[in-house]
């Protein structure tokens, strides 16, 4: 029997045999060796840049092991930074595995979803009602007590958002109010993790301030001198420091309010200029 003669060596005036071409395009292992093909290395920060990514979309190293046959021990290896390089083909493996997970999803993109609809008025109830989950479901992502979702929950949410997300702006309860949470124009791009958009309405009640008269300064060093300072900050509703900053000339505005706190307790005085009656 004539043995089969195996393809030889694609560097010039090499006559070695190639036992596996496909791997080593064609060259021989010496020169595969020498070409950085053979036994090829990645380092660490290349392999777990990878293995990041996968467990950003919900993979778990169990999972990983399962369905592409890279070893656990290998993977664990990669996360805690066991060794510093690792072979291309496990490099490889892991870049031809999908950033989702067929099992579990990130939850952050639904959460700014869920709050960029509590923005313009759409309730945990009225999203649970139409997607069929549960309205602590959706609570839960917009609290941020859940870190992962199922594949459904992600597909619902994401085709709510979708329909949804150029509703007009209904009424908008106090607690979600106070939240200042940015609406769906708030941002260019909903799923990028680096993106941290600002509501570009602010929904507070901004307080307005004015300017501290010495008349004003007058009053309330009336109010300290009768009542003492602590009694003072107490009946204006500041802190105490704050009243000797403003005593002292170094708050130059103050609130409406605090200004109309001061001035209705002065004319409460039983005699003004802080003199007892």
């Given at each position: 029997m004539k043995n089969r003669k195996l393809p030889i060596c694609v560097r010039p005036n090499c006559t070695r045999a190639v036992t596996r071409p496909e791997d080593y395009d064609g060259l021989c292992f010496r020169h595969a060796k020498a070409a950085g093909i053979a036994y090829h290395f990645v380092p660490w920060e290349k392999v777990h840049a990878e293995l990041e990514r996968l467990t950003a979309g919900g993979w778990t190293l169990n999972a990983i092991e399962e369905d592409y046959i890279v070893f656990n021990?290998?993977?664990?290896?990669?996360?805690?930074?066991?060794?510093?390089?690792?072979?291309?083909?496990?490099?490889?493996?892991?870049?031809?595995?999908?950033?989702?997970?067929?099992?579990?999803?990130?939850?952050?993109?639904?959460?700014?979803?869920?709050?960029?609809?509590?923005?313009?008025?759409?309730?945990?109830?009225e999203i649970s009602e139409e997607i069929g989950e549960k309205a602590t479901t959706v609570q839960y992502l917009s609290y941020e007590r859940a870190q992962w979702a199922t594949p459904e929950l992600d597909t619902k949410i994401r085709a709510y958002y979708q329909h949804h997300a150029n509703d007009p702006v209904q009424e908008i309860d106090t607690r979600t109010k106070k939240l200042n949470l940015p609406r769906p124009y708030d941002w260019d791009d909903i799923d990028n993790p680096n993106e941290h958009a600002q509501a570009s309405i602010h929904t507070r009640r901004i307080r307005k301030q004015?300017?501290?008269?010495?008349?004003?300064?007058?009053?309330?060093?009336?109010?300290?001198?009768?009542?003492?300072?602590?009694?003072?900050?107490?009946?204006?509703?500041?802190?105490?420091?704050?009243?000797?900053?403003?005593?002292?000339?170094?708050?130059?505005?103050?609130?409406?309010?605090?200004?109309?706190?001061?001035?209705?307790?002065?004319d409460r005085l039983p005699a003004r200029g802080g003199q007892a009656a």
């Open positions: 021990n290998t993977l664990r290896d990669i996360k805690y930074h066991r060794r510093d390089r690792f072979k291309h083909s496990t490099y490889q493996a892991l870049k031809e595995i999908p950033t989702l997970s067929p099992y579990r999803r990130p939850a952050w993109p639904l959460r700014r979803r869920v709050n960029a609809l509590r923005a313009i008025g759409i309730t945990f109830v004015q300017v501290v008269t010495l008349e004003l300064r007058d009053k309330l060093g009336d109010l300290v001198a009768y009542y003492g300072t602590a009694k003072t900050a107490s009946l204006i509703r500041i802190a105490a420091r704050t009243v000797q900053r403003i005593r002292q000339g170094d708050s130059q505005k103050v609130s409406s309010r605090t200004a109309h706190l001061i001035e209705d307790h002065y």
